[in-house]
């Protein structure tokens, strides 16, 4: 076999950026938990003085420092051998809930690499592998992660991208968040909409616990409320907005769900889906955000939605024409994409 030394080297090139970034994951992962990108962003610092800050191993430090460093996280002047934070680099590291925050996403990462044994078998299988399935740091990695886009997208604009939505929850809506996890974006439109009442549901009964503690912290009162329910049973009719932020890809069976929404709506009802962006063909998807996506999917979305009834696997890279269709075949008959950013697609649909 004739190998061409050129193609070649630049593979390894390509090998040698994803190593590194996958060995420093696991490093941005600790160092959040243990909140030195927060300790640092307080001040330069040797690794013996963030160690005080943080009441951590100096020696340790300095190695994860250095790894910092070398990965563009952190910055090193060598003449005072103290490591820092640019402005940018502490608001996407060390501000929590900020626009750019990132740390969630590791978390995420850890949760991958958690499930290797599980997914290996499903893939071997066919066998799905639940949301509930996975190691926590998935469920708490996926609010922190998804959250500061909510915080900067959703009020000010995805609500008001949807025809007539953002007047109605400020004279008094009755809205359902299905699929809302921990209840970040339950309680991000609850703060947002105080004549309004909110209703979150989920299957997985610890993220709704989650929720209920977070509503609680934020004083909303008998506003809103969190229950354990799925998206093809959850009760209530009469819903003025029933609200899906990046989860009807992962279910099983999404056209029920699409039909079970209908069914709950009020008939000049609003159905709000935040998903993924991506493009419908598979080509186009090729970039930066869907590797993320797609990798998310293999290990997440896909075998979350194989481990339910029908099991249709959407995947997060499913696309906007294959969502019409979901959604039409549920009996809307109205569907368009509302809004979108980098990394998310908004959706309406009407009855």
């Known amino acids: 076999m004739a190998i061409n030394e050129d193609k070649l080297n630049e593979f390894m090139a390509r090998f040698v950026g994803d190593i590194g970034a996958v060995m420093h994951a696991a490093t941005v992962a600790v ?165 309004s009442s909110f209703v979150g549901f989920d299957y997985h009964a610890p993220s709704i616990n989650q929720a209920r503690a977070a509503a609680q912290a934020a004083g909303l009162g008998e506003r809103v409320r969190f229950d354990v329910a799925s998206a093809k049973d959850f009760p209530g009719e009469g819903y003025d907005m029933v609200a899906m932020f990046d989860c009807l890809h992962d279910m099983g069976d999404p056209v029920g769900a699409s039909a079970h929404v209908k069914r709950s709506l009020k008939p000049d009802g609003t159905w709000l889906i935040v998903e993924p962006f991506a493009n419908d063909r598979l080509e186009d998807n090729l970039n930066p955000v869907g590797r993320v996506f797609y990798s998310a999917s293999t290990f997440i979305c896909t075998p979350a939605s194989r481990s339910q009834e029908v099991g249709l696997c959407l995947g997060a890279q499913a696309g906007e024409e294959r969502m019409r269709q979901v959604v039409t075949e549920g009996g809307f008959t109205r569907f368009r994409r509302a809004a979108q950013t980098p990394f998310n697609l908004v959706y309406e649909a009407r009855p």
């Open 31 to 195: 160092g959040d938990q243990l909140g030195l990108y927060k300790a640092l962003a307080e001040g330069p610092a040797t690794a013996e003085e963030l160690a005080r800050r943080t009441q951590t191993d100096a020696r340790y430090l300095r190695e994860w420092l250095s790894a910092q460093a070398a990965s563009g996280y952190v910055q090193y002047d060598p003449a005072s051998q103290r490591f820092s934070m640019t402005e940018e680099q502490a608001f996407a590291l060390a501000q929590e809930g900020s626009p750019a925050f990132i740390a969630g996403a590791f978390q995420i990462a850890v949760a991958q690499f958690k499930a290797i044994p599980k997914m290996a078998q499903a893939m071997r299988t066919g066998l799905g592998l639940g949301w509930h399935e996975h190691d926590p740091s998935l469920f708490q990695g996926t609010e922190r992660f998804f959250r500061p886009g909510y915080a900067a997208n959703l009020v000010s604009q995805w609500i008001p991208a949807l025809d007539g939505m953002e007047s109605m929850l400020q004279r008094g809506a009755r809205v359902a968040d299905v699929g809302c996890g921990h209840g970040a974006s339950t309680v991000l439109l609850a703060q947002a909409y105080p004549a």
